[in-house]
């Protein structure tokens, strides 16, 4: 179900209507949907109902402490890629047993925290990785609990920036190299190899890329128990696509019909570390029009979001909907116009050669599907405070972070 939607002539989350939350907390802000959240996490839980697993939500899709206690509260654990995200993680009331800590770079203070902490599993990226990591547990006196991070060598078919499973990607050991990488592993005393683990991209539409992928990692894991490694947990990472404008992406459930076939032989835990079809459609980034500026060629709408807020669209080309808050602005005429932000970089646009209906000085616009990779890849560029975070329940909002003042921009800065 969608949770924005208008009523009473307003574009609303939920039952509270963003011109309210605009006039109270201000602009540009970003405002979540709790019920669409749960809702999300829900629909993974009943897909692979009939398996044991745990749905591990990819912090660095929008780690707001907010956000995160609220899936955690549901029983979601965590996908974390750094100490930062273990921290948030932690915080928000995640339990360690449920974390899995992803990335090719994790440093030796990093993987003690973590080790400290006893969480669920490490997912190791390279040879490398997994010899620091041994030994950094044999100086903490304990086994780490390593899952072995496998490029199986699938084309996902999305943006490059974001693909990850092919054979030129940085991420993962080739499959071809596994076996050999495991039995090193089994080998270390500061090892103990509990599972293997797979990301082959974000936004994925069809079902294929999955299938063929799982497919390998199935293979591998029977390849692994003829050589006396017994791997319990196999992780699917994440990746499932949403619907920005046009595109059907698979439902969680066509999702686990596509994966189960596959996984459900091996009696395995199935760890799954969905990050954007959780909180992308969950969340919309609340913008105020301040000028228009017309010239010869286009029509420009500047508002007061920018680049620094929302960085998809500049760095990946991305489509956002945009949506008049009130719904009377729906049926003015429509024109063509580029939106742009206050950043001092023509990159700076939210939407280009956009048909909407006219938009006046002072509008406010949702910029939709942003609960995803949006505050979560928010900067100060331009010295700009970062935006609010507000998430809805029902009637009720909390601002779950606050619009950063000119302080906090300066805050550990001194002078020489
Ligand atoms: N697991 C691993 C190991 C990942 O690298 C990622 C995302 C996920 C899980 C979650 O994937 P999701 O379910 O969200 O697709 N900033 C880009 C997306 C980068 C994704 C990076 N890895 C964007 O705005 O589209």
């Keep these: 179900m969608d949770h924005f939607h208008y009523l009473n002539g307003e574009l609303c989350c939920e039952g509270v209507s963003l011109r309210a939350i605009a006039d109270s907390a201000g602009t540009p802000a970003y405002v979540y949907s709790k019920a669409a959240l749960l809702e999300n996490l829900a629909a993974y839980d009943r897909a692979f109902a009939s398996v044991p697993h745990l749905v591990c939500y990819a912090v660095k899709a929008n780690s707001n402490l907010g956000v995160l206690a609220t899936l ?13 995200e273990l921290h948030r993680a932690l915080r928000a009331g995640v339990p360690p047993q449920k974390i899995t800590f992803a990335g090719v770079g994790k440093t030796r203070e990093e993987m003690r925290e973590a080790l400290k902490a006893e969480i669920l599993v490490f997912n190791v990226e390279s040879a490398s990785e997994l010899a620091a990591l041994n030994e950094t547990a044999q100086a903490s006196g304990v086994r780490a609990p390593v899952a072995v991070r496998v490029n199986p060598g699938v084309d996902s078919d999305t943006h490059p920036y974001i693909a990850t499973g092919m054979k030129t990607a940085k991420f993962g050991i080739p499959i071809a190299e596994a076996v050999r990488v495991y039995e090193e592993a089994a080998g270390m005393p500061g090892i103990s190899v509990i ?15 999955f299938a063929d992928a799982v497919a390998r990692l199935a293979e591998l894991v029977l390849t692994l128990r003829t050589v006396g490694i017994d791997v319990r947990l196999v992780d699917v990472g994440g990746g499932l696509g949403i619907q920005y404008k046009d595109e059907v992406p698979p439902s969680p459930d066509a999702y686990a019909s596509v994966l189960l076939p596959a996984l459900r032989p091996l009696g395995v835990v199935v760890l799954l570390e969905p990050g954007r079809s959780i909180v992308g459609n969950a ?3 609340v913008t105020r029009a301040l000028y228009r500026r017309v010239s010869a060629e286009k029509t420009f709408v500047i508002v007061d979001a920018g680049m620094n807020d929302l960085i998809r669209p500049a760095l990946y ?6 949506r008049p808050v009130l719904e009377a602005g729906r049926r003015r005429p429509g024109e063509t116009v580029d939106v742009v932000g206050p950043i001092c970089e023509s990159g700076d646009f939210l939407a ?5 209906p ?3 000085e002072d509008d406010l616009l949702a910029v939709m599907s942003s609960g995803a990779y949006g505050f979560a890849m928010a900067s100060n560029y331009n010295a700009r405070p970062r935006a609010a975070e507000i998430l ?3 009637r009720r909002y909390t601002i779950v972070r606050r619009r950063e003042t000119y302080e906090d921009l300066v805050a550990g800065e001194s002078l020489p």
Excluded: F
């Excluded at 955690?72 to 930062?84: C, F, K, N, T």
């Excluded at 599972?195 to 890329?209: A, E, N, W």
């Excluded at 080309?317 to 945009?322: F, K, L, N, V």
């Design 317 to 322: 080309g991305a489509y956002h909907e945009i």
């Design 392 to 394: 809805v329940d029902d």
């Design 283 to 285: 969340g919309v980034l």
């Design 358 to 360: 006219r938009v006046e």
């Design 352 to 356: 280009r050669d956009r048909e909407l």
């Design 195 to 209: 599972g293997v683990q797979m990301h082959i991209g974000s936004q994925l539409t069809k079902t294929s890329p």
């Design 72 to 84: 955690a509260r549901a029983g979601a654990g965590a996908d974390i890629v750094s100490g930062g």
